[in-house]
């Protein structure tokens, strides 16, 4: 998925604005930057699914389970929750700043909102669970 995605972003934010370059017609930059600001908060998105492939696998490897799901989950969460703070606020403002009309102060998109929550906890669940293994690494030194 990352890399059919990543392809297609790259296609059409790279190399078609590169092949209508190379032909001599130019498209409005302020347009293909309008899209690219648009489509920033998918980057972090992808990069959560690849940290999650990333996670299976290290544990299909047979690394620990804890320190890999607590890592995974702190870097899932960060780009969960980075991407809906810029998917409602960063990039309705910069839309703003490009001259965009229909822009406001906060979009509130309820899909962004939804993913930046769920990052957040995700996030707090990776410190949970690195916390739970330093008091078992305590309580197995007691023993």
Known sequence: MVCSVGAILALMYVIVPAVFAARGEHRDLTLLLREIVWASP???YLFAVWSIGSALGQLAKGRLIQP??????????LALGFGGLLSVFGVTNLMRL????R????YFDVAGMTLGMIGGALFLLGRVID?????QAEMDEMI
């Open 103 to 106: 822009s406001s102060w906060a």
């Open 68 to 77: 890999t799901l607590s890592s995974a989950l702190r870097r899932v969460g």
């Open 131 to 135: 916390q739970a293994g330093l008091l």
């Open 98 to 101: 490009l001259g965009d009309e």
């Open 42 to 44: 998918t980057l972090l």
